[in-house]
T-cell receptor, first 114, second 113 residues
């Protein structure tokens, strides 16, 4: 029979608008969080990160907010451009005996309309 | 820097055949990861090496899958025998010691008919 694929949440925005992509993480012991961008046919690429001792990290166009109380992470992209169209993954990192373990969320597809 | 290099980029094979995927991590990175990406399950960690030693292979689906890292600059992921449900994009990623950031290759798209 036909298998049902993973349905990615999709955010559709107009070029020039701001985008907010949300992510809920699972482990309160996670100490480091990363956002990755994956364009079609390519591997995930690092965008930005934030450590658990911070609640905000602001870049030129990209801002990460971390709310540890509710285990929520968001990625804000200002003045969204067509080149921002991609799937965005949040990842949480936890240190354990052997090293670091990154666990990825399911991803959000961002579509930018020109 | 050349980044993480994977080969082949695409492979189409028939059920029952052996598949070998290759990865060259970024020079100086001590950790290497193999991930599988499918529409059904997203990005799944298969196995993780630190200083060429397999640390966590709990994500390897079954005995048909094996991975090796004979030296710091090369790793293989082997599937024998392959099955249609193994069809996916397989990513290799490397990381410097003591950081969580992963640097991904472009992936190997495997189709098993």
């Amino acid at each position: 029979g036909e298998s049902v694929g993973l349905h990615l949440p999709t955010l559709s925005v107009q070029e020039g608008d701001n985008s907010i992509i949300n992510c809920a993480y699972s482990n309160s012991a996670s100490d480091y969080f990363i956002w990755y961008k994956q364009e079609s046919g390519k591997g995930p690429q690092f965008i930005t990160d934030i450590r658990s001792n911070m609640d905000k990290r602001q870049g030129q166009r990209v801002t990460v907010l971390l709310n540890k109380t509710v285990k929520h992470l968001s990625l804000q992209i200002a003045a969204t451009q067509p080149g921002d169209s991609a799937v965005y993954f949040c990842a949480e990192n936890m240190e354990y005996n052997a090293g670091n373990m990154l666990t990825f969320g399911g991803g959000t597809r961002l579509m930018v309309k020109p | 820097d050349a980044g993480v290099i994977q080969s082949p980029r695409h492979e189409v094979t028939e059920m029952g055949q052996e598949v070998t995927l290759r990865c060259k991590p970024i020079s100086g990175h001590n950790s290497l990861f193999w991930y599988r990406q499918t529409m059904m399950r997203g990005l799944e960690l298969l196995i993780y090496f630190n200083n060429n030693v397999p640390i966590d292979d709990s994500g390897m689906p079954e005995d048909r899958f094996s991975a090796k890292m004979p030296n710091a600059s090369f790793s293989t992921l082997k599937i024998q025998p392959s099955e249609p449900r193994d069809s996916a994009v397989y990513f290799c990623a490397s990381s410097p010691t003591n950081t969580g950031e992963l640097f991904f290759g472009e992936g190997s798209r495997l189709t098993v008919l």
